[in-house]
């Protein structure tokens, strides 16, 4: 099983500024199986990017997604209000898991 | 509008049986891969079950391999987890999901499965 180790697990930013969100891998991923959501409270979990680096139907360009191997990384350019949640990476080897979380805070 | 309407979840005791159902509708089923992932109150995301267009491929967490079965009836654009031999870890809310490309592009709101005597 591909274990995903999400950093930092809480992210204090204020509105504008950069998120720089971290996934890490246990073993290597196809670039193809790596998704990034996003999750509010009482909500369920919203997809913003698959495939890596490819943004759901729907989600703002300010959110971005890179990587390969076992380092994927999410990026909210500019912080707006409505983004401070939990996020989540999720991966397809031959099972499916998901990271930890990462919390993006009001500072 | 793709809508994804999870039931059947409630309260029930260790060792006993509950069948999660989750309608669909506004896609068409059964050219879509669909899942089962669950939540426990305050805690991440867990995959539990996987189950292709045909029902030709299906997966199991390691956590309830033995125990869970998943299943879909393309005529009736619905997806079904039965479980048996219910523990208190398995308390979650639990979605119901589509797969598009190897990720979740929609979710049910979920129904809440407490375990507990």
């Known amino acids: 099983e591909i274990v995903l180790t999400q950093s930092p697990g809480t992210l204090s930013l204020s509105p504008g500024e950069r998120a720089t969100l971290s996934c890490r891998a246990s073993q290597s991923v196809s670039s193809s199986y790596l998704a990034w959501y996003q999750q509010k409270p009482g909500q369920a979990p919203r997809l913003l990017i698959y495939g890596a680096s490819s943004r759901a139907t729907g989600i703002p360009d300010r959110f971005s997604g890179s990587g390969s191997g076992t380092d994927f990384t999410l990026t909210i350019s500019r912080l707006e209000p409505e983004d401070f949640a939990v996020y989540y990476c999720q991966q397809y080897g031959s099972l499916w898991t998901f990271g930890q979380g990462t919390k993006v805070e009001i500072k | 509008e793709v809508q994804l309407v999870e039931s059947g979840g409630g309260l029930v005791q260790p060792g006993r049986s509950l069948r999660l159902s989750c309608a669909a509708s506004?896609?068409?089923?059964?050219?879509?891969?669909m899942h089962w992932v669950r939540q426990a109150p305050g805690k991440g995301l867990e995959w539990v079950s996987g189950i292709s267009w045909n029902s030709g491929s299906i997966g199991y967490a390691d956590s309830v391999k033995g125990r869970f079965t998943i299943s879909r009836d393309n005529a009736k654009n619905s997806l079904y987890l039965q479980m048996n031999s219910l523990r208190a870890e398995d308390t979650a809310l639990y979605y119901c999901?589509?797969?598009?490309?190897?990720?979740?592009?929609?979710w049910g709101q979920g129904t809440l499965v407490t375990v507990s005597s």
């Open positions: 999901a589509k797969e598009l490309a190897a990720a979740f592009d929609y």
């Open positions: 506004g896609f068409t089923f059964d050219d879509y891969a």
